[in-house]
């Protein structure tokens, strides 16, 4: 996007003392929203929502699932930010066909 994400994530701060780290808001960003691939994969979207209105609507795309994070993260007193950048076609669609399960491995 043009303008950078950045500038408009406020901090959010749940009131459940499992957000209050960063494998929690992990979690919680994993476990709670549903991702929406983008329509292009490789391009930009033109417009996002706000981290409450994913939050709201339980469902988010990669970049606004990075806000709602970097969103948490800030709430939690990390220093944190949204980057973009490119990833490999498995990662895009949520293709986990050949990661080996870790629950296998013992």
């Known amino acids: 996007m043009p303008k950078c994400a950045s500038t408009f994530i406020r901090p959010s701060l749940l009131p459940y003392l499992d957000c209050y780290d960063w494998q ?16 292009q994969p490789t391009e930009t979207p033109e417009g996002m929502m706000s981290p ?5 609507y339980q469902t988010a795309n990669c970049f606004e699932m990075s806000t709602v994070l970097c969103s948490l993260l800030v709430g939690a007193g990390y220093r944190a930010y949204v980057v973009s950048g490119y990833a490999v076609r498995a990662v895009c669609l949520r293709d986990t066909t050949r990661v080996v399960c870790p629950d296998m491995m013992h």
């Open 24 to 39: 929690g808001c992990a979690s919680f960003v994993a476990d709670h929203l549903d991702y929406r691939p983008l329509k």
């Open 52 to 56: 409450a209105t994913a939050l709201r």
